[in-house]
């Protein structure tokens, strides 16, 4: 056996630092033939540790990538490491899926990994990531326009997943292979569709390497010290949540605004919840916050309330349109419902829920239906008729609530603004009258 | 004059923002002759913004600069736009004082416009920087390796510097400049000495639009957003300066890095002093953090104490070294002082800073030096002798005081370890013979 390196001696360092739960760990290597994970095939060999290797042929390069299985198994073989070996798909599943190669290779691979994991009781999955890895990350996040979060790299450990070779460098790396006569397949990984990685690995690093040649080094220690930030972010966020949750939406008091570590919080959790960063800086930074102004995100929407913010996640628009027939039980959605019914007794109004009106007034079906914008009434009591936006607004009604408001009609007109008014026309006249009772509840 | 576009009505919203401090702000305008600058120009002048210009030669390009002196000047003419400008020996400043071609325009152009401020009474100082600048900013910080900080970009406003076109992409610019027949100087400020900005400029931004074609204005916002949790570091940095300095150092609980604020705050802390980032994550994230270990940074020293971190601007090593004569007051440094007496009464041994020897067994002039390693002295009641360094683990000093413990020595002996030990080989045998007090006053 080679000597040992000062590589192999401090990836030992790092490798025992980041296996915490057991003194004695399994770990199960995916190894693609190339450079890095060759590398670290032959140092997990070298420290003895316990691992079985996980080959994925993804098919992707014709003859190129049966010889990477060739040279992964002749190499399991003669070290008598236990392989694993798929093959998959990969074009068949991105087409079928709708998603990009790359994406589909991912997805692929995980999910086969975490079988193998829980199939074989593997207490970790060990990649070959490095430290140009991480500076690529870092920098593609830049460029696509994240927030802290995505400069803080790769995570040297994530659950189940540890990436012990992320403080070298691919140089060190190869100059290590080099020294220890290791075999590996040029470009195993790199010819896969990541153009986006490779145009950075190739054309951007080696620029960039001419202000810092030690530009990976740096990263894995600035990636540091900026993920320490991004565990606090991760801290805040959490109790943002558990304090501003209230069932399916947040109300955040406007005030908070004042607050720099509040704002900063906010800022990331509405870009958490899918709004975009151009819009979140439009809400917060400039005067555009008036009562009754709304954002919306990828699925998720914001009101502008009197003295607080409401998030909510943007309904499915469930336009409600349908026919209320007499003495059946009309369900609306969501455990809602609305009963008309022929009715004696006594009259009581307490329930805003609850209306009554002469029965002769009524043409059935009468159609419950979302208001809509230019929908008027005459209320109760009022000679004009009024517009449903101008109640809502007398009512102080939350915004994010007034999307939601039915009214019920008879023959085109509006008799009810549900919970909210009655129209006068329909008031009753004589309640020895047959009547109907109109009971919704939601 | 041109029909204002919407760049130009974009610029005023912006602009208007910026100007917080009146609502008819005077300002001065830096213009090379460039293209942004050039644009800078014509927005003032559109929105007729009381400005006058400011224009430096720094001679580095020979006819070139001085060709924009006459784009400059003719421009100012045509507008009736008062002009300042300056001739700087740029190359002469910098030999003169061992800095930079770059640093050098840079100390000599701020220093000028500061003046014009001042003298002209302005408002504010308006530079043409713009959102490929931004973007640089903070591509080239994170190839340097910063924390979140740099990952902030150019800021658009700080103190009376307002840079109105950080919005605008250069491409931007250049297709406005066009639209308005302006007239500029290519590479006025490109063809300066910053290799390492022309380089991401040039060569690496056109790569990294191939994948966000639209990376400025994604950074503009990003940048935005990463600035939030800047204004919080600072805010938490001088919180955490005001608790926990002690006169000239700085005293923090090891128990402060168990929590995820204060432990980031401590690291950006330690960066700020001049510490080194790797030296600082082996401190944080390591083990070697035993009472004793010292860390050492650019001018500051960090030493692990029982319950606590004692961090101090690193002392020009004043390994102290001089004659100490009979009945004369010696100056040593900062009022500190020691004085050698004959000495005739009642023996006081409450001060552990004022001892006694018999005269005969001295010999003048004794020798007062800070103690080395390897030092020994037998401790007064002992039969044998000790190190220093022992006797000062035994008392527990804390670690950063250990460097400036003194001793005194008569013909190469110890006889007094200074507050701490007098040597037993000199202690008093005979009160009646000539004695000599001994005092140190700090």
Redesign the interface.
Known sequence: MARKTQLATRFLTIFNRLVTSTPKARVLLALSGGLDSIVLFDLLMQHSIDFEVAHCNFKLRGEESDKDVVLVSNLCERHHVKMHCIDFETEVYAKENGISIEMAARELRYNWFNNLILQFHFDYLVTAHHAGDNFET???N???????AG?KGIAASNGKILRPLLAFSKEELKAYAISQGLEWREDASNESNEY?RN??RN??LP??K???PH?EH??Y??G???G??V???K?KLFAFDEKYKLHDSWEVPVELLND??N??VF??FL?EKGFD??T??NFV?KEERKVGSQFTGSGIELYVERGYFSIRNSKVKTSIHQEVTLNSDIKIEKGKSIIAEDFKGKLDYSDPYCVFFEKDDLQFPLILRTWEFGDRIQPFGMKGTKLISDILIDKKLPNSKKNEVLVLLSKGEIIWVIGLKTSNKFKIINKENPLVRIIYKA
Do not use: P, Y
């Open positions: 870092a920098l593609l830049l460029t696509k326009g994240s927030g802290i400069m986006q145009l950075l054309k951007v620029l960039l001419g202000i810092n530009l740096t990263f220690n600035s540091w010290r900026t320490l930030w565990d606090v972010l801290q720099a570590v704002k900063a800022v990331e870009a960063i151009n979140i800086r930074e």
